[in-house]
């Protein structure tokens, strides 16, 4: 069993930060990638950004400079830092995981439960 927990969301006003983290447990063998997704009310799940093992991370093109996503990998861990956040940054945010477990033994794709952010006056 392989669980994503993602943490750091809330209210922030515009121009404000706010930095996700998300942590993977259980009986991981390896992960391949991580990245955030989001989705809006009324609007489909979308890529945020995506840090693959070894490569460089990419980005969707309405975060770019803004966002900043890094993993440590010693912990299983994935960060997404957020700056100059604005209204329509609102939406909740859901880690993914390219895990390759110790039962299964190939890769599948995890979600974690998602986390809410809100950029309001």
């Known amino acids: 069993q392989v669980q994503l927990v993602e943490s750091g969301g809330g209210l922030v006003q515009p121009g404000g930060s706010l930095r996700l983290s998300c942590v993977a447990s259980?009986?991981?063998?390896?992960?391949?990638?991580m990245g955030w997704y989001r989705q809006a009310p009324g609007k489909q799940r979308e890529l945020v950004a995506a840090v693959h093992r070894g490569e460089s991370p990419n980005y969707a093109d309405s975060v770019k400079g803004r966002f900043t996503i890094s993993r440590d990998n010693a912990k299983n861990t994935v960060y997404l830092q957020m700056n100059s956040l604005k209204p329509e940054d609102t939406a909740v945010y859901y880690c993914?995981?390219?895990?390759?477990?110790?039962?299964?033994?190939?890769?599948?794709?995890?979600w974690g439960q998602g986390t809410q952010v809100t950029v309001s006056r």
């Open positions: 993914i995981g390219s895990v390759v477990s110790v039962r299964e033994g190939y890769e599948y794709d995890y």
């Open positions: 259980g009986s991981i063998f390896s992960i391949n990638a």
